[in-house]
Nanobody, 120 residues
Framework: QVQLVESGGGLVQAGGSLRLSCAAS????????MNWYRQAPGKQRELVAG???????NYADSVKGRFIISGDNAKNTVYLQMNSLKPEDTAVYYC??????????????WGKGTLVTVSS
């Protein structure tokens, strides 16, 4: 069984910073990529940033230049450094991992989410 546990959410003023962490644990054979998604009230879940096991990153246009995703392969952990936060960044942030638990095709796993609230 695989678990993804996020931490680091909270309330911050506009212009501030937060750092999210997500640790994957359990019967993990290998991880292809880890991603951060977010879902604001009344909106669809959207990809914020992703990182592959090789270190390739991608970002949503709305967060480029403000957010930085990084990973620690040895710890199966991904981080999201969020700077210059805006009220429109308010959302539940979900960790996602594309991984396998053996010599099988990969599957998507999700954390339960952590709330980020940015006040104006």
């Amino acid at each position: 069984q695989v678990q993804l546990v996020e931490s680091g959410g909270g309330l911050v003023q506009a212009g501030g910073s937060l750092r999210l962490s997500c640790a994957a644990s359990g019967s993990i054979f290998s991880i292809n990529a880890m991603n951060w998604y977010r879902q604001a009230p009344g909106k669809q879940r959207e990809l914020v940033a992703g990182i592959t096991s090789g270190g390739t990153t991608n970002y949503a246009d709305s967060v480029k230049g403000r957010f930085i995703i990084s990973g620690d392969n040895a710890k199966n952990t991904v981080y999201l450094q969020m700077n210059s936060l805006k009220p429109e960044d308010t959302a539940v942030y979900y960790c996602n991992a594309d991984l396998n638990t053996g010599p099988f095709p990969t599957m998507d796993y999700w954390g339960k989410g952590t709330l980020v609230t940015v006040s104006s």
